[in-house]
Structure formats: C-alpha cells, structure tokens
C-alpha cells in the first residue's frame, strides 16, 4: 500500500510562493499519474493539477500560469510550485493518483493572508 506524506505548506502573504512535497512509500508511485488536491473549509476536495509518469501535466483554470507541477519519479516525490498566490488559494492541499484510489494522506495547510 503506497502511503503519502504532504508538506510544505504554512502561512504567506498575498503575492507569495510556496513549494509543497508529497513523499510516497513504494515505488510503484511511479506507475501512476499524480495529482495535487485541495480542499477549504465547507468545500469539497478539488484537483488541480496533475502530472503523469513521463510528465505531461494540466491544471484547473483558477491555478493555471501560477502553479506548476513536477514529479522525481526516482525519488517517489511529487511537487507543487505556487507563485502568485492569492487569498483564495486558503485550504489544505493534499496529493494522489489523479484518479484519487490511494489512501489519503494528512494533507498540507496553505493560509494565504495579510
């Protein structure tokens, strides 16, 4: 069973960045294609950005040109750059498969504030 483990995140002001790191045991965390998640408070988890094992990645439209994902397939770690970030980008952000069947991780909280 793969687990993961986020982190990386914290407290920034609006404009800032963060990186956050999702370390996952097993190697066959390589096989699949990963995803970043994040959910606020009273909302439901959204995906919003995914990376495949060779690297072709996409993003939802509210992070798109702000956050790039990557991935070190030898170090089973993925990673989630975030630039610009703005208040609405507040929630804990966790990884998985992009089809969400490992079990989830403790997630990472981001709070985007003045």
């Known amino acids: 069973q793969v687990r993961l483990v986020e982190s990386g995140g914290g407290l920034v002001q609006p404009g800032g960045s963060l990186r956050l790191s999702c370390a996952a045991s097993?190697?066959?965390?390589?096989?699949?294609?990963m995803g970043w998640y994040r959910q606020a408070p009273g909302k439901q988890r959204d995906l919003v950005a995914t990376?495949?094992?060779?690297?072709?990645?996409t993003y939802a439209g509210t992070v798109k040109g702000r956050f790039t994902i990557s991935r070190d397939n030898a170090k089973n770690t993925v990673y989630l750059q975030m630039d610009s970030l703005k208040p609405e980008d507040t929630a804990k952000y966790y990884c998985n498969s992009a089809d969400s069947r490992l079990a989830w991780g403790q997630g990472t909280q981001v709070t985007v504030s003045s």
């Open positions: 990376i495949t094992r060779p690297g072709s990645t």
């Open positions: 097993g190697s066959i965390f390589s096989i699949y294609t």
